[in-house]
């Protein structure tokens, strides 16, 4: 019998990562944000919260819309100068705001996936893993 309960099929990995996104350039001529709220190039400066083999969650100052894609480069938690760990794309499915500032928790799918980013992501989960195991927490396996 099917419980009705969504059950989360790999560790989520609570943490705190800079990234960067902006709006995949198929979706972009419906959304686009004002040169103040990103660069030149479109990117925004997020912080990834939460990660997973099927998708992340990050912190953004903006609102994004459901069912969006996105790019989105992950980078080492000490030094920004360095190439991505992670560079891909992402499918928005949740949106939280999270206080009055406004802020919103977006929770994002991987999507379109090659060889290279799926390599990527389990390059990067190894590391949370390592990682999580040290510190003893960080893991969540809900």
Excluded at 20 to 43: M, Q, S, Y
Aim: overall charge negative; some cysteine; hydrophobic content about 40%.
């Amino acid at each position: 019998m099917d419980s009705g309960l969504i059950v989360r099929r790999s560790v989520r990995f609570e943490i705190v990562m800079p990234a960067r996104v902006r709006v995949a350039p198929h979706h972009a001529e419906i959304l686009n944000f004002t040169k103040g709220v990103c660069d030149d190039d479109r990117w925004i400066d997020v912080d990834v919260i939460d990660f997973a083999a099927g998708g992340l969650g990050f912190i953004i100052d903006v609102f994004l819309p459901r069912n969006v894609d996105l790019e989105i480069e992950v980078f080492d938690f000490h030094d920004k100068s360095n190439p991505p760990l992670l560079s891909c794309t992402l499918r928005v499915q949740r949106v939280l705001m999270t206080d009055r500032r406004p802020a919103y928790q977006i929770g994002c799918s991987f999507t379109d996936q090659d060889e290279e980013s799926k390599a990527q992501v389990e390059a990067l989960i190894e590391k949370l893993s390592g990682i999580s195991e040290d510190a003893g927490t960080g893991a969540d396996h809900a």
